[in-house]
């Protein structure tokens, strides 16, 4: 079975790689020392991260370490070796990438992308930037134990080994798949070994992926692990039983505080949200149709977003007067926001038949939003599992349509700006091995 080996230089960095592909479907383990692995016992496994435990020692003894490694794992079917590095690029970086390149074939390169765009690390032009510092203006530069002295890739990682380094810059990366296949096969018959790339987005990162399986080089993928995470998938077939994966949000607040949160999500994750005409859903001659509507839109692109959601308001103009409304159809304004909240719970449960149990979890905005869902899904309740953020509870489903499915919920009031992003990262990683919530009848 092939796998692909994690090295990382802190036992940290192993499991936060290691998660990245957990949430892609793959069996990872990350081990403390290679005395706890046995090929015959850990056979099932996809990814085996290892910590070497090496950034803050001497770069000579650092390289052992990590050749100790590859000569481990040299004679199993290693699919691929990846150097997990820090975001901010401390440590022995060049020599490990040296330990690894010098323990393999001639003809082995290694890509180093070193972005983590959701962390806010992009490298551009070269330089690596921090949440738009340059590395080098950062309080990491000041690192007692690893300073910085270079916001440079090329310049830091030149310091550190003797292989010959090439760069590819944006401009070839946002021209698309071939032009970065291109560039690739350009740097390594000048003589390349390391190869530094540009990334600003995720969807860079995905594209340089593919370049490189359709190079059909070598490699060993260097990065603080969404590189890895994109190639992975590209080299290896997802296992079967992939992870309900997605996170489905159905956020009826609308309060500013939720909308603020809400739009740092699409910062983070580029999520695909679609609102929800809160007026439609409370007349009976237009509820139905705008309940189908919203599901049509969630449907045609749900496979290429891991966040997905529905919400009533992007804009504080576009938050209905209920009183008025109440008056209008002579019922009480309780009434008037329990249609509204009915809807959203009509098009969740909607959203999550028809797309086949790729969702995982969900996270409800809203106190009436939570019970009207629940009582959709046919629940008893949710059993409390852990607090994320004050007032904002992890828990399962108990029994209905989707027993022990996750579930966050959050009053709309209730933490900062990134309080939304905490509660999915949160959700994530709890689905991160786990397998589709198939429905039952009841």
């Known amino acids: 079975?092939?796998?692909?080996?994690?090295?990382?230089?802190?036992?940290?960095?192993?499991?936060?790689?290691?998660?990245?592909?957990?949430?892609?479907?793959f069996k990872a383990t990350t081990f403390l020392n290679l005395?706890?692995?046995?090929?015959?016992?850990?056979?099932?496994?996809?990814?085996?991260?290892?910590?070497?435990?090496?950034?803050?020692?001497?770069?000579?003894?650092?390289?052992?370490?990590?050749?100790?490694?590859?000569?481990?794992?040299?004679?199993?079917?290693i699919k691929l070796f990846a150097k997990r590095i820090d975001s901010t690029l401390r440590g022995n970086i060049g020599s490990e990438i040296s330990a690894i390149l010098d323990n393999l074939t001639d003809d082995t390169l290694a890509i180093m992308v070193p972005s983590f765009?959701?962390?806010?690390?992009?490298?551009?032009?070269?330089y690596l930037m921090v949440n738009q510092t340059p590395l080098e203006k950062t309080d990491v530069a000041k690192d007692p134990k690893t300073p910085i002295f270079t916001s440079s890739v090329v310049k830091l990682i030149g310091s550190?080994?003797?292989?010959?380094?090439?760069?590819?810059?944006?401009?070839?990366?946002?021209?698309?798949?071939?032009?970065?296949?291109?560039?690739?096969?350009?740097?390594k018959e000048k003589g390349s070994r390391v190869i530094v790339i540009d990334a600003t987005t995720d969807d860079d990162i995905?594209?340089?992926?593919?370049?490189?399986?359709?190079?059909?080089?070598?490699?060993?993928?260097?990065?603080?692990?969404?590189?890895?995470?994109?190639?992975?998938?590209?080299?290896?077939e997802i296992p079967a039983g992939e992870p309900g994966k997605k996170v489905m949000l159905t956020v009826g607040s609308v309060s500013n505080l939720t909308r603020t949160q809400l739009d740092e999500v699409k910062l983070r994750y580029s999520p695909l949200f679609v609102r929800v005409s809160a007026s439609n859903l409370i007349y009976d001659e237009t509820r139905k149709d705008e309940i189908d509507k919203v599901v049509e839109k969630i449907l045609?692109?749900?496979?290429?977003?891991?966040?997905?959601?529905?919400?009533?308001?992007?804009?504080?103009?576009?938050?209905?007067?209920?009183?008025?409304?109440a008056n209008e159809l002579e019922i009480s304004e309780d009434e008037v926001s329990q249609r509204i909240s009915d809807g959203l719970a009509d098009i969740t449960i909607e959203i999550l038949k028809k797309t086949d149990s790729l969702i995982g979890g969900l996270f409800t905005s809203g106190?009436?939003?939570?019970?009207?869902?629940?009582?959709?899904?046919?629940?008893?309740?949710?059993?409390?599992?852990?607090?994320?953020?004050?007032?904002?509870?992890?828990?399962?489903?108990?029994?209905?349509?989707?027993?022990?499915?996750?579930?966050?919920?959050k009053g709309g009031l209730i933490g900062d700006d990134k309080a939304i992003i905490k509660c999915v990262d949160y959700l994530l990683t709890k689905l991160s091995n786990e397998y589709h919530i198939k429905e039952t009848r009841i």
Not at 1 to 22: C, H, P, Q
Not at 209 to 223: F, L, R
Not at 369 to 385: H, N, P, Q, Y
Request: hydrophobic share 40%; charged share 30%.
């Open 117 to 126: 765009p959701t962390s806010g690390r992009i490298c551009i032009g070269g």
């Open 35 to 77: 005395d706890k692995y046995n090929g015959e016992d850990h056979k099932d496994l996809d990814i085996i991260s290892i910590s070497t435990d090496s950034r803050g020692i001497d770069s000579n003894e650092a390289y052992n370490r990590v050749g100790n490694v590859v000569n481990f794992f040299k004679d199993e079917d």
């Open 206 to 236: 995905l594209k340089i992926a593919k370049a490189v399986k359709c190079t059909g080089i070598k490699v060993i993928s260097v990065d603080p692990g969404p590189f890895t995470a994109a190639l992975a998938e590209e080299l290896l």
């Open 160 to 187: 550190q080994t003797q292989d010959k380094l090439g760069f590819i810059e944006l401009d070839k990366v946002l021209k698309g798949i071939e032009s970065i296949k291109n560039a690739i096969i350009d740097e």
């Open 300 to 325: 045609e692109d749900v496979s290429d977003y891991d966040v997905i959601g529905v919400i009533t308001t992007s804009k504080e103009d576009e938050v209905l007067n209920l009183k008025d409304i």
């Open 367 to 409: 106190g009436d939003v939570t019970v009207a869902v629940c009582k959709a899904l046919g629940s008893a309740g949710i059993e409390v599992k852990d607090e994320v953020l004050p007032l904002a509870v992890y828990g399962r489903i108990i029994k209905g349509v989707y027993d022990n499915m996750p579930i966050i919920t």
């Open 1 to 25: 079975m092939e796998k692909i080996v994690i090295i990382a230089d802190d036992l940290t960095g192993a499991n936060a790689t290691s998660v990245l592909l957990a949430r892609r479907g």
